[in-house]
């Protein structure tokens, strides 16, 4: 490597391509962590130039202020084509710089200084090139990023920027949406430039001061184009023959905002794939663009991606991405994988076969990461669309890993009509744990397990295969209630307590689900159901009668029995949160009736025909409730 450090107007003079490789990462900065600070560091020095012309004293030197480094790699090129480099580090800082250099250059054209506004042309756009829709670009963002980077360029003006980006306001949003990020950094620093521009030396530069005399506004954009041409530097770290761009991007990793593990394996793979004499542009725009470009459901924003989207994995938050990677990793090295090392773990698996294709992994990656998008998110109503949704209710994601398994890699291997049965028996195993509190502890290596065993045998899989391994006795996770421990904990334990309420609006949505029959219309609950104690929680006399006294036993007083029963779900139901905010705390007599009336839940149609609510009355619900949930979630006496 050679390293040089460039005042940023040498770095953006001469006629260059900076090409920030199209696997990596689309545009992060964001005002408060990158531009603002940026922005201060710039203005400070445009200060200092601006002082020591105060003093009339233009000999006096002023201090440079070094920016950080960026990371090149020389691209060969050919014939009358522009001199490239590709962007190993620091394209986040090179695309900012470019968007303020737009933004300064557009602010001057609206003046009378003409000719400063051609200087800072030069420094945004290469000249007289042949490739002019393409070569004409200093820098040359990511695939996802290039429509709004070369919208941002030409548009000329903050004016007709904000035009073509418009502010949109979902309904009832009480915040418009957010603008592309390339856009707001143009925005946000042509408003810093405008008011440095106009405001007075004793004033602030971010006063927004709009009216001073026209020589001094001419003086401030001066000083501030001395400061970037001067005294903003940046270093320059050039590859060479010999370097590997692969090492040295993961080094320089802990600078500016963090990678993401999806990241890392992005670079790696595409570099892996330009050793290989692939073509990137086709594998990304064939395979990877799905990560960067799919947009997200419906309710989740507009403008949102699908992939980048965050989800809950235990007590930390990741993105989609980084999930299905984790999982998918797990799945194909079928080892245990701590989510803290995915990246290496990712590394060490791909270079255990050194002759392993980019083109026909990212194919697998495809293939296998639209089936778990529809695990995350899914929209249909077959068996496995409602185990996936189940599942995140149980939030459990051990299983993952298995479910890969069974719907992408061994999917051939899974018998005709065999797969509602397994997932029957899957979500069987977990809803019956979470019911008996038997912990999730040692999911991981069980399902670990689990999937090692598939992968291992060439033998079709089953319902009973997997039913063997659930009820093994000496499996690490632990067994699998049967119906008489099953209707113990769902009779007796105070569930509503000891589990999240999402959890118990599942268990009550999937009694609710098989209590249709074929001779009832199916019902599509629009608004969020909410669980309502029929009982109610802060129950009080007269209103709500105290327990009867041989309600107790020897071990439990009537009061603590009542306090149990109280949070089983035989006294829980499910309502819509304007119906449960009427009916509440209120007698029987009034709630009976109103549910009735309002819900159109098969869970609700019981209370037609009881006229008193108590402790008995509680358990003789709950026992119906668990008739219907033994068959929901069947668990065989032995394996067949």
């Given at each position: 490597m050679?390293?040089t450090?460039l ?17 990596q990462r689309?545009?992060v900065?964001?005002q ?8 201060q ?8 130039v601006?002082?020591r ?6 000999s006096d030197k002023?201090g440079?202020h070094?920016?950080?480094a ?24 090179l695309?900012t710089l470019?968007i303020m250099l737009a933004?300064?250059r557009?602010?001057?054209m609206?003046t009378?200084?003409?000719r400063?506004?051609d200087?800072l ?6 000249d ?12 040359w ?5 290039r429509?709004?980077?070369e919208?941002?360029?030409a ?14 306001w ?7 949406e ?8 143009y ?12 405001a007075?030396?004793m004033?602030?530069s971010?006063t927004?001061?709009?009216s001073t005399?026209?020589a ?17 530097q940046?270093?320059?770290i ?13 080094t320089l990793n802990?600078?500016?905002?963090p ?20 073509s990137?542009e086709?594998?990304y725009?064939t ?5 960067d470009e ?10 949102e991606?699908f992939w980048?989207?965050m989800e809950r ?13 984790h999982?998918?990793?797990q ?7 701590p989510?803290?090392?995915l990246?290496?773990?990712?590394r060490?698996?791909w270079?255990s076969n050194p002759t ?9 990656l495809?293939r296998?990461?639209?089936?778990f998008?529809?695990?995350l998110?899914?929209?249909g ?6 185990f996936?949704?189940?599942?995140n ?12 398994m ?5 999917k051939?291997r899974?018998?005709?009509?065999e797969?509602?049965g ?9 809803v ?11 999911y ?9 065993k ?14 063997q391994?659930?009820?093994?006795p000496?499996?690490?996770?632990g ?5 008489k ?7 007796e334990?105070?569930?509503y307590?000891?589990?999240?309420p999402m959890r118990c ?11 249709r ?12 159901l909410t669980?309502e ?6 129950w009080?006399?007269p ?6 006294d041989e309600a ?5 007083s ?8 109280l949070?089983?779900l035989g ?6 949160q304007?119906l ?10 009034m ?5 009735a009336?309002?819900?159109?839940l098969?869970?609700?149609t019981?209370f037609?025909?009881?006229?008193d609510?108590d ?5 003789k619900?709950?026992e119906l409730l668990l008739e219907h949930?033994?068959?929901i979630?069947p668990?065989?006496q032995?394996a067949?």
């Open positions: 050679r390293s450090n005042p940023l107007f040498d770095l953006f003079q001469r006629q260059r391509r900076y090409v920030v490789p199209l696997f689309p545009y900065w964001e408060e962590e990158q531009w603002e600070p940026l922005w560091d710039i203005a400070g020095r445009a200060e200092a601006l002082e012309d105060a003093r009339g004293s233009r002023i440079s070094f920016l950080g960026i990371v090149l790699n020389q691209i060969k090129v050919y014939g009358r084509q522009v001199d490239t480099v590709e962007v190993i580090d620091g394209q986040q800082r695309t470019q933004a300064f557009d602010e001057v609206q009378e200084e003409k400063l506004a200087d042309e030069r420094f945004t756009e290469n007289g090139v042949r490739d002019a829709e393409v070569e004409r670009f200093k820098v963002p990511t695939n996802a990023d429509r709004d980077f919208a941002t360029l548009s000329g003006s903050f004016q007709a920027l904000e035009a073509k980006y418009p502010l949109q979902r309904k009832y949003g009480r915040k418009p957010p603008r592309p990020r390339l856009v707001e950094a925005l946000f620093f042509a408003r810093r430039i405008r008011a440095f521009c106009s007075s030396p004033e602030s971010e927004g001061v709009s005399q026209p001094f506004a001419s003086e401030r954009a001066h000083a501030l184009y001395e400061a970037l041409r001067r005294h903003i940046i270093v320059v050039e590859l060479e023959d010999d370097d590997d761009p692969q090492v040295i991007f993961e802990a600078r500016g905002v990678l993401l593990p999806s990241d890392l394996i992005r670079n790696f793979v595409f570099l892996r794939a330009t050793q290989q004499g692939e990137t086709d594998l725009s395979h990877w663009a799905e990560y799919r947009p997200a459901e419906a309710d989740a924003g507009k403008g991606r980048k989207q994995q235990g007590r930390v938050r990741r993105t989609r991405l980084d999930l299905f990677m999982h998918y990793v799945y194909r090295s079928a080892q245990d994988l989510i803290g090392h990246f290496q773990a990712f060490t698996w270079e392993r294709s980019v083109s026909d992994e990212l194919r697998e495809r296998h990461s639209d089936v998008a529809s695990v998110v899914p929209d109503d077959g068996r496995t669309d409602v996936a949704k189940r599942l209710a149980l939030d459990t994601t051990t299983v993952y890993p298995v479910l890969l069974l719907l992408v890699g061994g051939e899974v018998g005709s009509g797969l509602d397994i997932v029957t028996d899957l979500e069987s195993y977990l019956r744990r979470m019911v008996c509190d038997l912990g999730t502890k040692n991981n290596r069980f399902f670990l397990s689990m999937l090692q598939l992968r291992a045998s060439s033998e079709p899989i089953s319902r009973s295969t997997i039913q391994m659930l009820l093994a000496d499996g690490s996770a067994e699998w209630p049967d119906d421990k099953f209707a113990k904990a769902w009779l334990r105070p569930l307590e000891t589990l999240k609006v599942m268990l009550l949505e999937a009694v609710d689900r098989a209590m029959t074929s001779k009832q219309e199916a019902v599509t609950i629009n608004g969020r669980v104690h029929v009982l109610p929680q802060q009080e006399p209103t709500w009668p105290e327990p009867a107790g036993s020897d071990d439990e009537t009061s603590e029995r009542r306090a149990r029963l949070h089983s006294n829980l139901t499910l309502l819509t304007e449960n905010s009427s009916v509440s705390n209120g007698p029987f007599a709630k009976r009736p109103e549910i009336r309002q819900s159109g098969r869970l609700n019981y037609q025909d009881v006229v609510w402790e008995a009355e509680i358990i619900r709950g949930a033994k068959r979630w668990r065989p032995s067949a």
